[in-house]
């Protein structure tokens, strides 16, 4: 199975910075990797699809990028919104759909 | 607009049974593969299943293989999970995902259910 390792666990910062998440994949994915956005009691929301597609309805300012066993996303101006816990996912090699350990954003 | 509603979710003895439904609308539902996720309280995502748009293949995390099963009925737009040989650690909030696209294998989920709590207690 592949392992997906996101950091930071968690992070602290203020409306207007620009976060960056990883996440690092044990194996090559080929950018077969999903992000979410989960906000507390709620379902994830799809963010990016192919590592760097953005779902639609989901606002410019995130982005994602990588490729072969590390990809990142970005939210280039954080928003009072965008407060929640981000997960990556792997669909490259399934079964099992395989997710990072979930990255929390906190407000500074 | 795509709608997820999962039932079923409750407080079970160890070793006992649960059946969860999700009921969707507002997609063709036989045209596209569905999973079922889960999440136990304050940890992260976990996938559980998938079965393809027409109940032919179906794919189970190993954690569950052999205990969960996967099921579908098109007629009635409705997505099934029969958990036997519950144990503590299937306590989760349980969530009904669509299949991004209508393809034959599991890639990533575009609508979520508003998730139904399973609990495994004694």
């Known amino acids: 199975d592949i392992q997906m390792t996101q950091s930071p666990s968690s992070l602290s910062a203020s409306v207007g910075d620009r976060v960056t998440i990883t996440c690092r994949a044990s194996?090559?994915?080929?950018?077969?990797l999903a992000w979410y956005q989960q906000k507390p009691g709620k379902a994830p929301k799809l963010l990016l699809y192919?590592?760097?597609r953005l779902e639609s309805g989901v606002p410019s300012r995130f982005s994602g990028s990588g490729s072969g066993t590390d990809y990142t996303l970005t939210i280039s101006s954080l928003q009072p919104e965008d407060f929640a816990t981000y997960y990556c996912?792997?669909?490259?090699?399934?079964?099992?759909?395989?997710f990072g350990g979930g990255t929390k954003v906190e407000i500074k | 607009q795509v709608q997820l509603v999962e039932s079923g979710g409750g407080v079970v003895q160890p070793g006992g049974s649960l059946r969860l439904s999700c009921s969707a609308s507002?997609?063709?539902?036989?045209?596209?593969?569905m999973h079922w996720v889960r999440q136990a309280p304050g940890k992260g995502l976990e996938w559980v299943a998938f079965?393809?748009?027409?109940?032919?293949?179906?794919y189970y995390a190993d954690s569950v293989k052999g205990r969960f099963t996967i099921s579908r009925d098109n007629s009635k737009n409705t997505l099934y999970l029969q958990m036997n040989s519950l144990r503590a650690e299937d306590t989760a909030v349980y969530y009904c995902?669509?299949?991004?696209?209508?393809?034959?294998?599991?890639?990533?989920?575009?609508?979520w259910g508003q998730g139904t709590l399973v609990t495994v207690s004694s």
């Open positions: 996912q792997q669909y490259y090699t399934t079964p099992p759909l395989t």
């Open positions: 192919a590592a760097s």
């Open positions: 194996q090559g994915i080929s950018n077969s």
């Open positions: 995902a669509k299949e991004r696209t209508p393809v034959t294998t599991p890639y990533y989920f575009d609508y």
């Open positions: 507002g997609f063709t539902f036989s045209s596209y593969g």
């Open positions: 079965i393809q748009y027409d109940g032919s293949n179906k």
